[in-house]
């Protein structure tokens, strides 16, 4: 529809018959004189039936993925537990493996469709919450309310806290007793405003050795980290230790 006039009150508008099942993007624009006087409104209708509808198949298809995805994950996690099956020098590698993928599917299980954000709280909520229950650790998250990150943050810290919670099952303090705390706040640096992950954790015995022959958990959080604009840091103390890990609030990875 097109509606103009030619002075104030007196109204011309023009009809065309819509198509079909169509949808329509509408803009509205106020037209002026030469004089700066305001004339009328100029309404244009653009067909986005196409768009709408490759949309929709595209929400279909990303669906479809995410089901086969999360049918890969579980492929593969039984694939590690049998080709760990009787033999204990296969069994560590494929915990591990097998704790880093779940922490992948935990993540992607909360974006529904083309949503590029999820909240932080939840995430970490879901991440940690089966080892918050284990007796002789007291584990406390403090996240703030209203906090989101992007799909590919949410890989990075899925990623750090599973490789922290495993290594806090098998040497520190979830598996022989201590505390936990896990701590964000948004912090103000150099690279612009950020979202500080804390992880501090004092197990009950001491730190007997701060590397460990084989172990790749480290290489990969540094890896991912840098492909998400992330920065990850680790301080080893005499009965635990103190994992940082920052993410950009305002920029899209």
């Known amino acids: 529809m097109i509606a103009t006039h030619d002075k104030p009150g007196r109204v011309f508008k023009h009809f065309r018959a819509p198509l079909e099942a169509s949808v329509l993007e509408v803009s509205v624009t106020a037209t002026k004189s030469a004089q700066g006087e305001h ?3 100029i ?48 069994s560590e590698f494929a915990d591990e493996m097998i704790a880093r993928i779940s922490a992948l599917a935990t993540a992607q299980t909360l974006f529904e469709g083309d949503q590029a954000e999820t909240d932080l709280e939840t995430l970490l909520t879901k991440l940690v919450s089966p080892f918050r229950e ?61 979202v500080a992950l804390v992880w501090q954790e004092r197990s009950r015995a001491p730190v007997t050795s701060t590397t460990r022959t084989g172990g790749q958990g480290l290489s990969i959080i540094e890896r991912i980290c840098r492909a998400r604009g992330a920065v990850f840091s680790l301080d080893w103390q005499e009965y635990g230790l103190r994992a940082r890990l920052l993410l950009p609030v305002d920029a899209r990875l």
């Open 43 to 90: 309404s244009i209708s653009r067909d986005i039936s196409q768009m709408h509808a490759d949309r929709e198949a595209l929400q279909i298809l990303l669906a479809e993925m995410r089901h086969r995805l999360k049918n890969s994950f579980a492929m593969v996690c039984a694939m590690l537990r049998s080709f760990a099956r009787g033999h204990s020098g296969n």
């Open 134 to 194: 284990v007796g002789g650790v007291d584990f406390n998250l403090n996240c703030p309310s209203g906090l989101d990150v992007f799909r590919e943050q949410a890989d990075a810290v899925s990623l750090v806290i599973g490789e922290l919670t495993v290594n806090s099952t098998k040497h520190g303090a979830i598996g022989g007793g201590g505390r936990i705390s896990l701590n964000v706040e948004v912090v103000d640096a150099a690279e612009g405003r950020q």
């Open 39 to 41: 004339t009328g409104f």
